[in-house]
């Protein structure tokens, strides 16, 4: 029998619409009958009860904000009907929980790259990156031509990475882009980095060498191109020699231990914490069973679920850390004059979800239930296994490339409206529905919307999970296919 609604937890006064439902339908829910009002889109909520003015709606056992008017049991409820609960900073008390995993230990392997430090690659590439914006031209140019000269062969791609950045900068924004650049550079998925500078910009050379604290000199060369004759002449002599020694590296079998993987949904829809961010909540306390690590992101989307994250810290060091984490972001929508519930986008009300609260207890699903091992600022790189909280804002192409430069091997990106796009590292599409998975074949990746069409969650983990380990071991996802990679680096404050 096909499923018309789901009630998250018992604790929950609506139920999710897994498909279309129409006025004059009845649904059974926990014995009692319920006769629809209106027609109710798939993904959206329905009232199991009376809802009086200011009455919270509850879902995932939670508040997602309350009622702005009376609503009558049986009726949509939606983001015309609900009011965030959200509002400023908020004081937190340390409520430890004690978690236990209780998943086996596989000892599985996958094939990456071992480089001369000891770090993991899951992708041997050459990359071509710029210390300011002034030289996007001349760093596309040279990935073209050295990709005609060798057709690509030997390595898993050929890549530029513009941006608009490195110069009239100033403060946090300037300490930002050195950060995300140092972290790009020393990333294990690059086997040689080419960095092309222009010589007179606010990120000079020489100080971001010095940046760069250790690094390989035989794979990481340097170009200012105010300093050479012919820049495309001397970047392609100097790219064939990186290239010729990426070329000679060989994969080799790894521990899943040493799988770092990112965490990040888009364009969320009602389904999003029903199907895909569970499935990565699963397979991220999988992989943290066996030693790897897991990172979560957007911080604006923990607001309204953020209590989860700060009682599953290990210690109350990680607690306070995670409480600036929440707190520090706050301030910063503050102090723009933005108020901090105002985060769901077009897409996501149409897909079902109708508060940032909804939004954030869909979204913290997607780190399962492990302890919080590690908390990182902006820029920063790993350096504890388990799960990770990173600080990054919710745009995808933010926050996707400030997983990625953490040290992530891939991205995990769950989506119901769909998204087309990567970062540097390999971003991988799991739909939330299977009609995105049939309609966009060219976007996604792995389709978890199975799971509310009678696959158990645990088989569907299953699949996933060899299907991660093909992907680290060299297999494509369709942004690398199509070549959809780019970066983008958080700004702030002033340009000059």
């Given at each position: 029998?096909?499923?018309?609604?789901?009630?998250?937890?018992?604790?929950?006064?609506?139920?999710?619409?897994?498909?279309?439902?129409?006025?004059?339908?009845?649904?059974?829910?926990?014995?009692?009958?319920?006769?629809?009002?209106?027609?109710?889109?798939?993904?959206?909520?329905?009232?199991?009860?009376?809802?009086?003015?200011?009455?919270?709606?509850?879902?995932?056992?939670?508040?997602?904000?309350?009622?702005?008017?009376?609503?009558?049991?049986?009726?949509?409820?939606?983001?015309?009907?609900?009011?965030?609960?959200?509002?400023?900073?908020?004081?937190?008390?340390?409520?430890?929980?004690?978690?236990?995993?209780?998943?086996?230990?596989?000892?599985?392997?996958?094939k990456g790259y071992r480089r001369k430090n000891g770090d993991v690659g899951i992708r041997n590439e050459v990359w071509i990156i710029p210390t300011v914006g002034c030289v996007n031209g001349i760093?596309?140019?040279?990935?073209?031509?050295?990709?005609?000269?060798?057709?690509?062969?030997?390595?898993?791609?050929?890549?530029?990475?513009?941006?608009?950045?490195?110069?009239?900068?100033?403060?946090?924004?300037?300490?930002?882009?050195?950060?995300?650049?140092?972290?790009?550079?020393?990333?294990?998925?690059?086997?040689?980095?080419?960095?092309?500078?222009?010589?007179?910009?606010?990120?000079?050379?020489?100080?971001?060498?010095?940046?760069?604290?250790?690094?390989?000199?035989?794979?990481?060369?340097?170009?200012?191109?105010?300093?050479v004759g012919d820049e495309f002449e001397e970047g392609m002599k100097i790219l064939r020699e990186l290239y010729a020694k990426a070329k000679a590296d060989v994969r080799e079998d790894v521990p899943?231990?040493?799988?770092?993987?990112?965490?990040?949904?888009?364009?969320?829809?009602?389904?999003?914490?029903?199907?895909?961010?569970?499935?990565?909540?699963?397979?991220?306390?999988?992989?943290?069973?066996?030693?790897?690590?897991?990172?979560?992101?957007?911080?604006?989307?923990?607001?309204?679920?953020?209590?989860?994250?700060?009682?599953?810290?290990?210690?109350?060091?990680?607690?306070?850390?995670?409480?600036?984490?929440?707190?520090?972001?706050?301030?910063?929508?503050?102090?723009?004059?933005?108020?901090?519930?105002?985060?769901?986008?077009?897409?996501?009300?149409?897909?079902?979800?109708?508060?940032?609260?909804?939004?954030?207890?869909?979204?913290?699903?997607?780190?399962?239930?492990?302890?919080?091992?590690?908390?990182?600022?902006?820029?920063?790189?790993?350096?504890?296994?388990?799960?990770?909280?990173?600080?990054?804002?919710?745009?995808?192409?933010?926050?996707?490339?400030?997983?990625?430069?953490?040290?992530?091997?891939?991205?995990?990106?769950?989506?119901?409206?769909?998204?087309?796009?990567?970062?540097?590292?390999?971003?991988?599409?799991?739909?939330?529905?299977?009609?995105?998975?049939?309609?966009?074949?060219?976007?996604?990746?792995?389709?978890?919307?199975?799971?509310?069409?009678?696959?158990?969650?645990?088989?569907?983990?299953?699949?996933?999970?060899?299907?991660?380990?093909?992907?680290?071991?060299?297999?494509?996802?369709?942004?690398?296919?199509?070549?959809?990679?780019?970066?983008?680096?958080?700004?702030?404050?002033?340009?000059?």
């Amino acid at each position: 029998m096909e499923t018309k609604y789901l009630k998250i937890n018992p604790a929950d006064n609506v139920v999710v619409a897994i498909s279309d439902l129409k006025a004059g339908e009845t649904i059974t829910v926990d014995g009692h009958v319920i006769t629809l009002k209106e027609d109710v889109p798939a993904g959206h909520k329905v009232t199991l009860k009376d809802f009086a003015q200011g009455e919270n709606i509850i879902k995932y056992g939670y508040p997602i904000g309350h009622a702005l008017t009376a609503v009558e049991q049986g009726h949509w409820i939606n983001e015309n009907q609900i009011k965030t609960n959200l509002a400023g900073l908020l004081d937190y008390t340390y409520n430890p929980v004690s978690v236990d995993l209780n998943i086996p230990k596989k000892d599985l392997t996958f094939k990456g790259y071992r480089r001369k430090n000891g770090d993991v690659g899951i992708r041997n590439e050459v990359w071509i990156i710029p210390t300011v914006g002034c030289v996007n031209g001349i760093i596309g140019q040279l990935a073209e031509a050295l990709r005609r000269e060798t057709n690509g062969e030997g390595v898993d791609a050929i890549m530029a990475f513009p941006h608009n950045y490195g110069c009239s900068q100033l403060g946090d924004d300037h300490e930002n882009t050195k950060k995300i650049l140092r972290d790009m550079i020393l990333h294990p998925n690059a086997g040689a980095v080419l960095i092309v500078s222009l010589g007179c910009e606010n990120n000079q050379p020489d100080v971001f060498r010095e940046f760069l604290g250790d690094y390989d000199t035989d794979r990481v060369k340097f170009m200012v191109t105010q300093k050479v004759g012919d820049e495309f002449e001397e970047g392609m002599k100097i790219l064939r020699e990186l290239y010729a020694k990426a070329k000679a590296d060989v994969r080799e079998d790894v521990p899943l231990s040493e799988l770092r993987v990112g965490l990040k949904c888009g364009g969320s829809d009602g389904f999003s914490g029903i199907t895909a961010n569970p499935l990565l909540g699963m397979f991220s306390d999988f992989l943290i069973a066996q030693g790897g690590t897991s990172v979560l992101t957007e911080v604006p989307e923990m607001f309204g679920a953020e209590t989860i994250l700060m009682n599953r810290c290990r210690t109350k060091e990680l607690f306070e850390q995670t409480v600036h984490l929440i707190n520090d972001f706050k301030e910063y929508f503050l102090s723009h004059g933005e108020p901090v519930g105002e985060n769901p986008s077009p897409g996501n009300k149409a897909g079902g979800i109708s508060t940032l609260e909804d939004k954030a207890l869909g979204c913290t699903q997607k780190c399962g239930k492990a302890y919080v091992d590690g908390v990182m600022g902006y820029g920063d790189r790993l350096k504890v296994k388990g799960l990770n909280l990173l600080s990054a804002p919710g745009n995808d192409l933010v926050a996707a490339t400030a997983l990625a430069s953490c040290g992530c091997h891939m991205v995990l990106f769950t989506t119901g409206r769909g998204t087309p796009f990567g970062t540097f590292v390999p971003t991988m599409k799991i739909s939330t529905n299977s009609t995105l998975a049939k309609n966009k074949p060219g976007w996604i990746d792995f389709n978890a919307g199975v799971i509310v069409e009678n696959e158990p969650m645990e088989k569907t983990c299953e699949r996933f999970i060899d299907y991660i380990i093909r992907v680290a071991s060299g297999e494509p996802v369709n942004n690398e296919k199509k070549n959809y990679r780019e970066i983008a680096i958080f700004k702030t404050g002033v340009t000059l």
